[in-house]
């Protein structure tokens, strides 16, 4: 019974296009996240929501838009996506906003752009 | 200017003797750290943590220590066992800063 779900797990995709990548939680936590490991193996945080809003959006190009439609599920939409894009992108989630403690990953999403 | 840094990238140990990772960080402010384990194609998963009130806390063969003077904690992992290879990431949080910063993570290997 998976706690954090992403899908796709793999995607490669071409400069240009636009992409999006689902997280859904079934822990019942309010607040989600998305990180991005980049080649350099470092996991920095991009965005986190507690209750579908927005509370963290750490200098990450506007052509990343992430979308909660309810606390449960928190996408990722890509546009015109760049080389320096790929990257393993991971979803988590965590009980409490002020409490980024403890947080549950998802499995990840490679994402490579050709 | 990563705040939170695993200098050793990779370390191997013989099963049954002790593992321990290192992790230093920069910012005064951090007042919470975690150790998470990862697997290859899986997530991260949390393993223990410790709070800037306490210099060390343990958890089954799992210790950690944390030095606040030398902005320096530490993972001790004994008996190490096979299945503790991986790739372990510390990471630090300010109080309601409501992120954690993580450091380039440490692949552990123990040899039968």
């Known amino acids: 019974d998976t706690a954090v779900s992403q899908t796709p797990k793999y995607l490669v995709t071409q400069m240009g296009n636009d992409k999006s990548i689902k997280c859904e939680q079934n822990l019942g936590h309010d607040t989600m996240y998305w990180y991005k490991q980049d080649s350099k193996k470092f996991l920095k945080i991009m965005f986190s929501y507690n209750n579908k809003e927005l509370i963290i959006n750490e200098t990450v190009p506007n052509r990343f838009s992430p979308k909660s439609p309810d606390k449960a599920h928190l996408n990722l939409h890509i546009n015109s996506l760049e080389l320096g894009d790929s990257a393993v992108y991971f979803c988590a989630s965590s009980q409490g906003a002020g409490q980024p403690h403890e947080q549950y990953f998802g499995p990840g999403t490679r994402l490579t752009v050709t | 200017d990563q705040q939170v840094k695993q200098n050793s990238p990779s370390l191997s140990v013989q099963e049954g003797r002790i593992s321990i990772l290192n992790c230093d960080y920069t910012?005064?402010?951090?007042?919470?750290f975690l150790w998470y384990k990862k697997y290859p194609a899986e997530g991260p998963t949390f393993l223990i943590s410790i709070s800037s009130i306490k210099d060390k806390n343990e958890d089954g063969r799992f210790t950690v220590f944390l030095n606040k003077s030398a902005k320096h904690l530490s993972l001790h992992i004994v008996p190490s066992q096979p299945g503790d290879s991986a790739v372990y990431f510390c990471?630090?949080?300010?109080?309601?800063?409501?992120?954690?910063?993580f450091g380039q993570g440490t692949r552990l290997t123990i040899n039968p």
């Open positions: 990471a630090a949080s300010e109080e309601g800063a409501q992120k954690l910063v």
């Open positions: 910012n005064s402010m951090f007042d919470y």
